[in-house]
């Protein structure tokens, strides 16, 4: 196992849609059990292959406080969405210590691929909703600050650069 290193905004790879996985084989799985390992040890509750180098469609998400819920998405698609919108908090590992709220839908539907290469379906809500979106969002080369305004973007984008700045001369 490994722990990879994770790409931080301004990363071009971070704005690139990611390629479809077209056959879930040994290599992809050792992917996955990275994924993983990165995902616990950051810590956070999802990561999207792109936030790792990586430009294919798969992900990993656990929101269970125990982190016993592991859950990968390969070539996830969003096949429903509620009406209903949500707003809460969001963060990102690629865009460090940073937070903003975000609207989406409360709830969707996903069909996916699971570890197995079997195509599965999952109705999920609330926060797991939310993990879903914000890691197909990164397969599609969208951030969660594309979400926002543009003022409440720039403000990130610079208190990022500074916390940066900050860091560099400590
Ligand atoms: O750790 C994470 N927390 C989080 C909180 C609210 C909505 C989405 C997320 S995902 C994020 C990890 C990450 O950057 N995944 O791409
Ligand atoms: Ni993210």
């Not at 406080?65 to 949500?86: D, F, G, M, Q, Y």
């Not at 609330?126 to 403000?155: P, T, V, Y």
Request: hydrophobic share 40%.
């Amino acid at each position: 196992m490994a722990i990879l290193r994770i790409l931080e905004v301004p990363h071009p790879m971070l704005k690139r849609r990611a390629a479809p996985v077209e056959r879930v084989d040994e290599e992809i799985r050792r992917l996955v059990r990275d994924m993983f390992e990165t995902m616990y040890e950051a810590p956070g509750i999802g990561l999207a292959a792109p936030q790792v180098g990586v430009g294919r469609r798969l992900c990993v998400i656990d929101v269970s406080e125990e982190k016993n819920a592991p859950l990968c998405l390969v070539n996830p698609r969003i096949t429903w969405r509620s009406e209903n919108l949500a707003s809460a908090e969001e963060g990102c590992l690629s865009l460090p210590d940073q937070y903003a709220e975000v609207t989406r839908p409360d709830a969707v539907e996903v069909v996916y691929l699971d570890e197995q290469g079997e195509e599965r379906k999952l109705r999920a809500d609330g926060l797991l909703a939310r993990c879903i979106q914000h890691e197909i969002d990164h397969l599609d080369g969208i951030l969660f600050i594309d979400h926002i305004s543009a003022l409440k973007r720039n403000m990130i984008l610079r208190k990022l650069a500074k916390a940066r700045r900050l860091k560099a001369s400590a």
